[in-house]
């Protein structure tokens, strides 16, 4: 469509503009090292060779693509599935978790300047990466689908001023025509970073709903077959899972996620 052609040309136009600004900006001050290499580095904290490694992510249907294709576990020696999906499904509402890189490191490093640090020139970045990794699971699909963020914790956008995911999510829509639908709210403001699995299942048992705009259309009958979940870090796959039941509880079919990391 030439409408979504330009839109997405404007798009890239406008965010290589601001990089250049800030670049110039930044020229005035000391260089900040690159959180990988350590070579200097403006604007972001990774250089451009970094960074484009870091969106060279192996193929996620490629026989290379050493995770499972169920709970995105890293895999030894099994082939598609890890051992234990292969008896009995881990996540058993989500269709396929793809994380695109392990969550070690300068990746660690990179994720807390992003969220922690507030360095969102890195969401057109991040962007990037998860459009690259949309692209081949709509090809293997055959299809292109609607992505949904997973929602924060009740009042963190009031706190921080935004929400990363929220954020990257509206770079992938906006750069790349990608439809994106917040399907989902989220109530619980407990975090469950010392929970294992099963704690988090319990604890998150009641913690997602759908939002009012999906509540509406479910209503309509106008709520998509199959979505892609966003996400930045996949821990033990609860979230994922929790909110994969809700959506398929409206009446979704199909439901994916992809994250930028995974915590092995």
Known sequence: MPALAAARCGYRVRERLL???RSVVASGFVSERCLCC?????VLPICS??????????PLFSASYARCKICGKLLVSEQEHCMQCRAQRVLTHTDGVFPLHSYQL??????????????????PLFAAIIQRAL???Y?????ELPIVPIPPRPGKIRR???DQIDELCAHVCRGYGIPRLALLRRLSRVQQKSLDREGRLQALGAAYMLSCRAKRLQLQGRLPAAVV????????????????????????????????????
């Open 19 to 21: 990089y250049a600004v």
């Open 38 to 42: 350590g070579s200097a580095c403006v």
């Open 49 to 58: 060779a970094c960074a484009q490694s870091l969106c060279t992510f192996t």
């Open 106 to 123: 300068w990746k660690k490093s990179l994720l807390h300047a992003w969220k922690m640090e507030n360095r969102r020139t890195l969401s």
């Open 135 to 137: 692209h081949e699971l």
């Open 139 to 143: 090809a293997q699909l055959g299809t």
């Open 160 to 162: 921080t001023g935004w």
């Open 229 to 264: 979940l966003i996400d930045d870090v996949l821990t033990t796959g609860a979230t994922i899972e929790t909110c994969a039941r809700v959506l398929k509880a409206a009446g979704v079919k199909r439901v994916y996620a992809i994250t930028l990391f995974a915590v092995e």
